[in-house]
């Protein structure tokens, strides 16, 4: 079994701080990419950020500049650090990992359950 745990995300008026943590937890061999998504109402899920395992990222222009993507191997943990948000920003945002649970295996996708984040005006 492989977990993700979301936490850190909540409510803040615009031009705040959030900061959303995301731990992989079981049977872990190694993990590839990690990476954060988010998704608002009525609209499709969408990339954020993603980082992989030597530390290269990639942003959405969206959030280019205000939002950063970091992560611990040794703890198998990924955070997103979110600066100037704007309501915009508001959605549920979820936790991914490209991992595989053994050397036999082949890497597969893993999403937490989603952490809500609002921005007021």
């Known amino acids: 079994q492989v977990q993700l745990v979301e936490s850190g995300g909540g409510l803040v008026q615009a031009g705040g701080s959030l900061r959303l943590s995301c731990a992989a937890s079981?049977?872990?061999?190694?993990?590839?990419?990690m990476g954060w998504y988010r998704q608002a109402p009525g609209k499709q899920r969408e990339l954020v950020a993603i980082i992989n395992s030597s530390g290269s990222t990639n942003y959405a222009d969206s959030v280019n500049g205000r939002l950063t993507i970091s992560r611990d191997n040794a703890k198998n943990t990924v955070f997103l650090q979110m600066n100037s948000l704007k309501p915009e920003d508001t959605a549920v945002y979820y936790c991914?990992?490209?991992?595989?649970?053994?050397?036999?295996?082949?890497?597969?996708?893993?999403w937490g359950q989603g952490t809500q984040v609002t921005v007021s005006p």
């Open positions: 991914n990992a490209n991992l595989r649970r053994s050397s036999f295996s082949f890497f597969q996708d893993y």
């Open positions: 079981g049977s872990i061999f190694s993990i590839n990419a």
